[in-house]
């Protein structure tokens, strides 16, 4: 079992940053790769990043690559998403997710814990 709990999010403007923060219980956190994904209204949710278990190998989605950074502290037990030159269709619930197989990188089906989701707005 794994408990995901989040942090951050919120209301900025075009060109803003924001940090979202998903803190990890229950199985070791050093285990398992991590990733973001994000649902806007009445779309799918979609990949957005994907940390391995050591921090060493990262992947993103295009519409992020170069302005969002995944990381992880695993002395910590948390993995961030940094989110720079935000855009207003980064608007969206953003869902942190463990991947305990390490099956796969940027499917929904692939993750098998989530976090409660938390809002970021980017107003314009």
């Known amino acids: 079992q794994v408990q995901l709990v989040q942090s951050g999010g919120g209301l900025v403007q075009a060109g803003g940053s924001l940090r979202l923060s998903c803190a990890a219980s229950g199985r070791t956190f050093s285990s398992y790769s991590m990733g973001w994904f994000r649902q806007a209204p009445g779309k799918e949710r979609e990949f957005v990043a994907a940390?391995?278990?050591?921090?060493?190998?990262?992947h993103y989605a295009d519409s992020v690559k170069g302005r969002f950074t995944i990381s992880r502290d695993n002395a910590k037990n948390t993995v961030y998403l940094q989110m720079n030159s935000l855009k207003p269709e980064d608007t969206a619930v953003y869902y942190c997710?463990?991947?305990?197989?390490?099956?796969?990188?940027?499917?929904?089906?692939?993750?098998?814990?989530w976090g409660q989701g938390t809002q970021v707005t980017v107003s314009s």
């Open positions: 940390i391995s278990w050591s921090g060493g190998s990262t």
């Open positions: 997710a463990a991947n305990l197989r390490g099956v796969g990188v940027s499917r929904t089906y692939e993750y098998d814990y």
